[in-house]
């Protein structure tokens, strides 16, 4: 039987029905098919921003404040302990070799060294008694009036005479010398740069109390931080800057590199030698130190292409049309630009725009001039 003959032999009303359900069926049909199945969006390769690096050369300094410093300087101090009774000199003062500075309360070293002068007048009568006898029995030992045991006594005496003279003299020769010690004096022609003593203070032996600036040379004095120490050697040209005259500059060279550190600051103490200081810095001066410190060969980018992750600064590259991260050391900033010490060669292609939307091996297309992004 045919298709026509099987619906001829049909009811009108089952062939609009049948119709009914084959129409709904294939529309129920397409519209499953356009619910199950997703859209596709199309595929749309990103447009970057680039900059191609290139080397940037330029002269790395250091720059430090110092002092203007005499190139010997004395820190004076008493050898004894005591208190201050008499201050001669100001800060500032010219004062020459010898000259009492201060003087401390001799009271107590005085008692001292009569105490001393009396035991030797003490131990000088002994001595002298003692050898009187030593040679008076001599005299009957060798006539054979005494015995060999009474001679070696008084010459044992004697000895022990003569040792207790040599010891009072030194004692009397030390309170002697602690007397002196009660002047402070200059040791050297100077100038007085530093006083922290007093009168009426009671000061221990070896507390610097003056600073004499010996006359001389002049340096400078700067004070560097350890991770600047390894840039630094001796005979390093520094040009130095002094504040109070702009229009003067002097050139010298690192004299002295301190080899241990500051225990307070942990700045290690450098010293620039001038040989022509000029007549118008004085002592105690600020200057401004500038160490060069040759050629650094460098990369720049601007801010914007730094991709940061936790604590490792990285670049976008563009390599054979894709993206790549890359490690980078920054070295410091220049105006709006970063100085990239490490992580890039010269030729290098960076991404400066649109870096959150990227991921690694993602294919890009590089913005042609004209384009406005």
Do not use: C
């Amino acid at each position: 039987m045919t298709i026509k003959a099987f619906f001829e032999k049909l009811p009108q009303k089952k062939i609009v029905a049948l119709s009914t359900s084959v129409v709904l069926l294939a529309a129920g049909w397409q519209l499953y098919h356009v619910l199950a199945t997703k859209p596709q969006p199309p595929k749309v390769i990103p447009l970057v921003r680039t900059v191609t690096v290139g080397n940037v050369s330029t002269s790395t300094k250091d720059v430090y404040p110092g002092e203007v410093r005499g190139r010997y300087e004395s820190n004076l101090a008493f050898q004894v302990a005591g208190k201050i009774n008499n201050r001669y000199v100001n800060i500032g003062d010219t004062v020459t070799a010898g000259q009492v500075l201060m003087t401390i309360d001799p009271k107590d070293i005085n008692q001292a060294l009569a105490s001393s002068e009396a035991q030797l007048a003490s131990a000088i009568a002994t001595q002298k008694l003692a050898a009187d006898n030593a040679a008076r029995f001599t005299k009957l030992y060798q006539g054979g009036a005494v015995s060999q045991a009474v001679y070696d006594q008084y010459i044992t005496q004697l000895d022990a005479a003569n040792a207790s003279l040599r010891q009072a003299q030194a004692q009397a020769n030390v309170n002697l010398n602690q007397s002196e010690y009660t002047k402070l004096r200059s040791d050297a022609n100077g100038v007085v740069a530093n006083i922290t003593g007093e009168i009426g203070q009671v000061t221990a032996a070896g507390t610097p109390l003056v600073t004499v600036v010996q006359n001389g040379e002049r340096e400078v004095q700067i004070n560097v931080p350890e991770n600047k120490l390894s840039a630094l050697r001796l005979g390093q040209v520094a040009f130095v800057n002094f504040w109070a005259l702009p229009d003067v500059q002097a050139t010298g060279s690192i004299s002295e590199i301190a080899p241990m550190a500051d225990p307070i600051t942990k700045t290690y103490r450098v010293r620039v030698a001038i040989e022509d200081m000029p007549a118008e810095a004085k002592l105690g001066m600020t200057t401004k130190v500038i160490l060069a410190n040759g050629e650094a060969q460098h990369f720049l980018l601007p801010a914007t292409a730094i991709y940061q992750t936790n604590q490792q600064p990285q670049v976008w590259l563009v390599k054979d049309n894709r993206a790549s991260l890359a490690d980078i050391t920054i070295a410091g900033y220049s105006g709006n630009e970063v100085i990239i010490a490490k992580g890039l060669t010269a030729g290098d292609v960076v991404i400066t725009a649109g870096l959150n939307k990227l991921v690694p091996e993602q294919p890009v297309r590089l913005m042609e001039s004209g384009d406005d992004g």
